[in-house]
């Protein structure tokens, strides 16, 4: 058996989107749009069939929360005063339609999300844009799922009350 190596560089495009509400409302809001992912309905069920249906009530907004972690309480003692939140939003039901063509798409799925307040005390929605990190798969079928995220991510930005970047647009 002979290793193989590849190297892929890839463009990313981080969005930084301004919410309208203060970093703990804004907070608040996001993680019931985006709400926690019930894994142990998901490890009971007996079919991906279930699996599809129970992600449409457990995703309403097409995202569900798989990790959650306080940025701010694991800097206490430091310098460092930001209010964030760090997050690993997606849906395993929507990222199966690629990793059944290549298995390193979970690399970027579930997608990083940073929620913070920058200096001036505005809060932030920070993440890298789904269809630039799919597209560096070279597989139309994985690229039509990024564009797809692209979509559920302009929704979700609409509903936190953000304004559209530009390149979500024609999402």
Not at 3 to 19: E, K, N, Q, S
Not at 32 to 50: G, I, N
């Amino acid at each position: 058996m002979t290793a193989h190596t590849t190297t892929v560089d890839h463009p990313a495009r981080r969005l930084v989107v301004a919410l309208p509400q203060p970093y703990d409302a804004a907070r608040e809001q996001y993680e019931s749009l985006v709400p926690e992912v019930d894994q142990t309905r998901f490890f009971q069920l007996a079919s991906w069939d279930a699996a599809l249906e129970l992600a449409e009530i457990n995703a309403p907004h097409g995202f569900m929360r798989y990790h959650r972690s306080d940025i701010a309480g694991l800097m206490v003692g430091s310098s460092s005063f930001w209010k964030a939140t760090q997050y690993l939003m997606g849906n395993h039901t929507i990222a199966e339609r690629m990793f059944r063509h290549d298995p390193s798409v979970m690399l970027h799925a579930p997608l990083r999300t940073l929620l913070y307040a920058d200096p001036d005390g505005d809060t932030k929605l920070a993440v890298d844009q789904p269809s630039l990190l799919f597209a560096s798969y070279h597989d139309e079928r994985i690229s039509d799922v990024g564009r797809e995220l692209d979509g559920l991510l302009a929704q979700l930005i609409s509903l936190l009350g953000g304004a559209m970047p530009p390149q979500l647009a024609t999402a």
